[in-house]
């Protein structure tokens, strides 16, 4: 079992689509083990888009993840870190496949719905960032029996 890091950016609060984003990851069965509401800072921001930083636009996405709080959730599931970035979309919302996340609300490069991790190394890196060790949850999913067949996990 994987489990991999997901931010509600700004622009789904404010957009009204909390509820919307976190639906899709219930109904595809991924297990909820953490849940918080924060406000990032320039510092945090700067560590978690370190990757972006020679890039013209990396003050502007990090001004943009900013502008009000943001929802994070860790997810598990087997594959969750790829089952996750799939159901999310190419980072592009405007070139991303209806029925992706992306694809059905974002028209945006930057304002695109959702920070997914990319990578088992970047999950766990990520997860430490923004969870401590008792904000996340173990308990057993009722409805896992019918979620995988016996040989998936
Ligand atoms: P992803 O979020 O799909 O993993 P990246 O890690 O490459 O993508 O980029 C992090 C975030 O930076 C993106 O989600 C997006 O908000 C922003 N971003 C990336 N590339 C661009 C771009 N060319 N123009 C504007 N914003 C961008």
Known sequence: MEKTLVILKPCTLQRGLIGDILKRFEQKGLRLVGLKMMQLTDQLLSEHYAHLSSKPFFQRVKDSMMTAPVIVCCYEGVD?????????????????????????????FQENIVHTSDSAETAEIELNRFFSANELFTYKQSSFDYLYASDEF
């Open 80 to 108: 969750a870190i790829a089952a996750v970035r799939a159901l999310a979309g190419p980072t592009n919302g405007r070139l991303a496949a209806p029925g992706t996340i992306r694809g059905d609300f974002s028209m945006s």
